[in-house]
């Protein structure tokens, strides 16, 4: 296949390569991707995360070992097993459907690749219309705030939420960011903020406890936050804390927009309870681990509930940023989510 750079995808040697996102910001670490279990292995470990970019590496993989001369049956058998990787992230379900229509073509092999590479170049130009619809929103001067990361990290191209960020940034609209620290991974902290700095973007960094402070001093005008799945009822699945600012915006009357390409839609699913949750390993809560080293702070016999995700109503949601349009409450309410979108 030929050469890809993405910030945190590349193919070179014919070989897939991911951005190991747990050891940033302190360590740009390469890692190979060379078989589904590598990569399994990276999903489960968030070192490659983000809704599209787990599509997209699943989709890359199956690419290359298609070309590498896998059997059709197994390239089939590894394409379920990517699928089952992530439960709650509808892209790479969507992603690997069109992979799979592709398996059924006289030339499969030619016909995966290609689609492979199809999904890289929409995913790219969905994140720049992402971009320009919500950059529309941002008022001159706006202070923003957003949760986990959704940058390039997350994606073929600029990102979600990121993205918009960059765009308003781009026109002189943004005096600030807060970032939330996205406990318990730190996504925020750790990535997030990395991205702001490389793109000059100001930022501030938050724990996640207080944001209810800065809204009520008034120091928040939008939050801006990206989505893991979207239901036809305009719920909407993303990385845990979301809800929880969703709720705060609403008491505090701030826009609460969220930033997603279509291919986040689900609209087999009916609402956010439809949504599978994905529950994470005890150790992310019980203390904390990192390219320092790991630290545990919690009793060794500590009971742990950790849900990856929360659910947002739609009804807290002041705006749904798609790469097609910005989709407004009327809108939902008036069912369009609960026909296929893109």
């Not at 001159?140 to 390039?152: E, F, I, K």
């Not at 807060?178 to 997030?192: A, I, S, Y």
């Not at 001093?217 to 239901?231: F, L, M, N, S, Y």
Request: hydrophobic share 45%; proline share 5%.
């Amino acid at each position: 296949m030929r050469p890809l750079n993405t910030t945190s995808l590349t193919l070179r040697d014919n070989r897939l390569w991911i951005l190991d996102q747990q050891a940033l910001p302190q360590e740009k670490r390469w890692l190979a991707s060379d078989s589904v279990e590598q990569l399994v292995g990276h999903i489960h470990a968030l070192r490659v995360r983000g809704a599209p970019l787990i599509g997209l590496s699943a989709s890359l993989l199956l690419a290359l070992l298609a070309e590498r001369g896998l059997p059709h049956d197994d390239v089939l058998q590894a394409l379920g097993t990517l699928r089952a990787a992530r439960p709650t992230a509808v892209n790479l379900m969507n992603n690997l459907d069109r992979i799979k229509l592709a398996l059924t073509q006289p030339d499969w092999r030619a016909a995966v690749a290609e689609e492979a590479w199809r999904l890289v170049e929409e995913d790219r130009a969905l994140c720049d219309r992402i971009a320009d619809h919500g950059a529309a929103l941002v008022a001159p001067g706006s202070r923003l705030l957003t949760h986990c990361n959704t940058g390039g990290l997350a994606t073929a191209g600029i990102g979600t939420a990121i993205g918009v960020l960059l765009r308003a940034h781009q026109q002189g609209k943004v005096a600030q960011v807060w970032v939330d620290e996205t406990r318990p991974l730190l996504q925020g902290g750790r990535l997030t903020a990395w991205e702001l700095g490389e793109l000059q973007i100001p930022y501030r960094l938050i724990c996640d406890s207080m944001a209810a402070s800065l809204m009520a001093q008034g120091q928040v005008d939008a939050v801006w936050v990206g989505a893991d799945r979207i239901a036809a009822n305009g719920d909407v699945a993303n990385k845990i804390g979301t809800y929880s600012l969703a709720v705060l915006a609403h008491y505090h009357r701030i826009p609460f927009y969220v930033a997603a390409p279509h291919t986040t839609h689900d609209p087999a699913c009916a609402d956010g309870a439809a949504i599978p949750i994905e529950q994470r390993a005890a150790e992310e809560v019980t203390g904390v681990s990192g390219s320092f080293g790991q630290c545990r702070w919690a009793p060794d016999d500590a009971e742990v509930y950790n849900p990856a995700f929360d659910v947002t109503p739609a009804a807290l949601i002041s705006g749904w940023v798609l790469d097609s349009s910005v989709i407004t409450p009327q809108q939902v309410e008036a069912g369009i989510f609960r026909r296929t979108l893109g």
